[in-house]
């Protein structure tokens, strides 16, 4: 602010410009075409990632400490040790699956432009993959204090089709697979590949469309395998 009494007032106003251009990650919610406009323009990384990682901490402690995993037994120590390693385990959680989520995606995505021949950086699809984190973000914080009000265990996911029809196996994991924010995420990626990486339409909705059906594919795929061995 100091810095700003000895400047002119066209270079404040471009400051100001400037600062209104910068991509902003809750502004996802309620206007992601202008937020991808602005990372495509301005591609932040640290900042927004930082604030994911926060939120994502935050939302696993919350899941795990809500989850009943039958320690009402345990003495003051014990519970003392659970808790710091809930601690530790959002952490890592928390650090680690924003950071490599977004990774791989992104270079995903980034070998698609480079077939499409689109000049869309790594920067800007990394940038573009942070701010839509914050779906699954908001998915597991909903999600985690739904199970720590009403009980339940860490696969309950009530925003998901799998919350009104009960089912078991690969069919359950269909219906949970069928969830607000991961639909909510198809619409915006598509809307993301289109304004930030510059491809067609189609295209943008094809590989969103694509990646979710193969998450789902691979969702029912474990939970079949997983009936098959008892787990």
Same mark, same amino acid.
């Given at each position: 602010?100091?810095?700003?009494?000895?400047?002119?007032?066209?270079?404040?106003?471009?400051?100001?410009?400037?600062?209104?251009?910068?991509?902003?990650?809750?502004?996802?919610?309620?206007?992601?075409?202008?937020?991808?406009?602005?990372?495509?323009?301005?591609?932040?990384?640290?900042?927004?990632?930082?604030?994911?990682?926060?939120?994502?901490?935050?939302?696993?402690?919350?899941?795990?400490?809500?989850?009943?995993?039958?320690?009402?037994?345990?003495?003051?120590?014990?519970?003392?040790?659970?808790?710091?390693?809930?601690?530790?385990?959002?952490?890592?959680?928390?650090?680690?699956?924003?950071?490599?989520?977004?990774?791989?995606?992104?270079?995903?995505?980034?070998?698609?432009?480079?077939?499409?021949?689109?000049?869309?950086?790594?920067?800007?699809?990394?940038?573009?993959? %942070?701010?839509?984190?914050?779906?699954? @973000?908001?998915?597991? !914080?909903?999600?985690?204090? $739904?199970? +720590? #009000?009403? &009980?339940?265990?860490?696969?309950?996911?009530?925003?998901?089709?799998?919350?009104?029809?009960?089912?078991?196996?690969?069919?359950?994991?269909?219906?949970?697979?069928?969830?607000?924010?991961?639909?909510?995420?198809?619409?915006?990626?598509?809307?993301?590949?289109?304004?930030?990486?510059?491809?067609?339409?189609?295209?943008?909705? %094809?590989?969103?469309?694509?990646?979710? @059906?193969?998450?789902? !594919?691979?969702?029912?795929? $474990?939970? +079949? #395998?997983? &009936?098959?061995?008892?787990?």
């Amino acid at each position: 602010m100091e810095r700003m009494f000895g400047m002119s007032e066209e270079k404040k106003q471009e400051i100001d410009e400037v600062e209104q251009r910068k991509p902003s990650l809750f502004g996802m919610i309620w206007s992601p075409t202008e937020q991808f406009e602005r990372i495509k323009e301005q591609p932040k990384i640290w900042a927004p990632l930082g604030i994911i990682s926060v939120l994502f901490i935050v939302g696993t402690l919350i899941t795990i400490l809500g989850t009943d995993l039958g320690i009402e037994g345990f003495s003051e120590d014990e519970m003392a040790i659970f808790a710091g390693f809930a601690v530790v385990i959002s952490i890592i959680v928390g650090v680690i699956s924003p950071i490599l989520g977004t990774l791989i995606i992104s270079f995903i995505y980034w070998l698609i432009a480079k077939l499409a021949r689109s000049e869309v950086s790594f920067k800007q699809l990394f940038s573009m993959n %942070t701010y839509l984190m914050i779906l699954s @973000v908001l998915s597991l !914080i909903i999600n985690g204090t $739904g199970i +720590a #009000l009403l &009980g339940g265990n860490p696969e309950t996911i009530f925003t998901s089709l799998g919350s009104l029809i009960q089912a078991e196996g690969a069919i359950g994991a269909l219906f949970d697979s069928i969830e607000v924010f991961g639909i909510w995420g198809v619409i915006l990626t598509a809307i993301g590949l289109h304004k930030v990486a510059d491809f067609s339409k189609g295209l943008a909705w %094809t590989i969103s469309i694509v990646f979710f @059906v193969i998450g789902i !594919i691979f969702a029912m795929i $474990g939970a +079949a #395998l997983s &009936g098959m061995v008892g787990v």
